[in-house]
């Protein structure tokens, strides 16, 4: 049978079923159980401080944030369009409106240089995705938060363990979402976490996360009986992924530089068709320390990608491609506006190919996929 090379293989810790087993003899399989406060506290200890809570995925988290932003039918969200759909949903649930703004050419993130001009008098905050793990620039959009009075919320889905200036991410923005979906490098199966760096939003975010009652106050012993309080949802996840999550979370380090190894033998493998304009890898400012998430290549054009792909998949390497960008989705043009040109968002999403990048790739297989993608970028036009 021929080899299969693909994209994503989640990888073990090794000690999951153990802890699997310990939350069910424990007999506290639901929400916010040992294992969940122990996943808390690594997370607190993580960021530095601030208040987290595991949610069933990330995109429940940055639902939260919409809630603690106070978002209202009408107010307006500024967000790169290169991401995944749930960092729009989150805020379209609440009525508000996303506001599209482009990414910058060498990190894919959201362009801080055109932020300010998609401020209008509705905006209410401005939600950030690290892409790849890289950090967006962090320092100015804070600026330019606090000039305007917005929230910052950091899409971190991508980001664990990844730094801005030796800041994790996640611990920047007012909020901060996590994702621990199997694609991710730290993984539950489906999960997410909410950080919640404003200590003005940390007595709320509890009540909302329990449904909207302040039973984590009963449970500290604080009231005699909890009771429904404010708005909210069943955001928890039970103690057995929380129980997957914290060995994941003490194996992240050494997952991380695995990822890394990968990451840096692939840059290494095609700087010759950097240089040569054919194909470009990724640009890591020299402030960031990314995670080794994604390792990608920028062809020249739509059609070149298409045939690249092509070849890849005949060989059983599966490269592939990113998002379509939310702003010319369909959903994206009855619940968004744009708030600048979007030229370099659909340059890159027509050009971009991911590559295999998981830690279960031995040296035998990188050879291989570097080898195949070689080839496969033969006789390219560099024009990139």
């Known amino acids: 049978m021929t080899k299969a090379y693909p994209f994503n293989r989640p990888t073990l810790a090794g000690s999951e079923v153990e802890a699997?087993?310990?939350?069910?003899e424990r007999r506290h399989?639901?929400?916010?159980?040992?294992y969940t406060k122990q996943c808390h506290n690594w997370l607190q200890n993580y960021i530095r401080g601030s208040k987290a809570l595991l949610t069933h995925s990330c995109t429940a988290a940055l639902e939260m944030s919409g809630i603690l932003a106070g978002l209202e039918p009408g107010d307006e969200v500024i967000m790169p369009s290169f991401t995944f759909t749930s960092t729009a949903n989150a805020f379209v649930l609440r009525r508000a409106t996303p506001v599209f703004v482009d990414v910058r050419e060498d990190t894919l993130n959201i362009d801080e240089t055109l932020i300010e001009a998609a401020i209008t008098p509705?905006?209410?905050?401005?939600?950030v995705v690290h892409y790849?793990?890289?950090?967006a620039e962090m320092d100015a959009i804070m600026s330019i938060a606090a000039r305007h009075g917005l929230f910052v919320i950091e899409d971190a889905a991508q980001a664990m363990f990844a730094t801005y200036k030796g800041r994790p991410l996640g611990s920047i923005g007012h909020m901060?979402?996590?994702s621990f979906h199997e694609t991710k490098n730290i993984m539950s199966g489906e999960g997410g976490a909410l950080i919640v760096n404003d200590p003005s939003l940390r007595e709320r975010s509890e009540i909302i996360w329990e449904k909207g009652t302040d039973r984590a106050k009963f449970e500290r012993g604080e009231v005699a009986k909890y009771s429904w309080v404010d708005v909210g949802s069943s955001f928890l996840p039970s103690d057995i992924i929380a129980a997957f999550l914290l060995k994941q979370l003490e194996s992240g380090a050494e997952i991380t530089r695995s990822r890394l190894e990968i990451w840096n033998r692939y840059q290494t493998a095609f700087q010759h068709k950097h240089n040569a304009g054919v194909a470009r890898c990724p640009t890591i400012p020299s402030h960031c320390a990314h995670n080794g998430h994604i390792f990608f290549l920028l062809v020249s054009e739509a059609c070149e990608r298409d045939r690249v792909l092509a070849r890849a998949r005949a060989e059983n390497v599966s490269s592939i491609i990113h998002y379509v960008p939310l702003h010319s989705a369909p959903a994206g043009l009855r619940f968004g506006r744009l708030g600048s040109t979007m030229a370099v968002t659909d340059s890159i999403a027509s050009r971009l190919i991911?590559?295999?990048?998981?830690?279960q790739l031995d040296e035998?297989?990188?050879?291989y996929i570097i080898?195949?993608?070689t080839r496969a970028l033969e006789n390219a036009p560099a024009t990139v």
């Open 176 to 178: 901060s979402a996590f």
């Open 371 to 373: 080898d195949v993608m």
């Open 20 to 24: 699997i087993l310990d939350a069910i």
């Open 354 to 359: 991911r590559l295999p990048l998981h830690v």
């Open 364 to 367: 035998g297989d990188q050879s």
């Open 122 to 127: 509705k905006t209410k905050a401005i939600c």
């Open 29 to 34: 399989i639901s929400g916010n159980g040992s």
């Open 132 to 135: 790849a793990g890289v950090a």
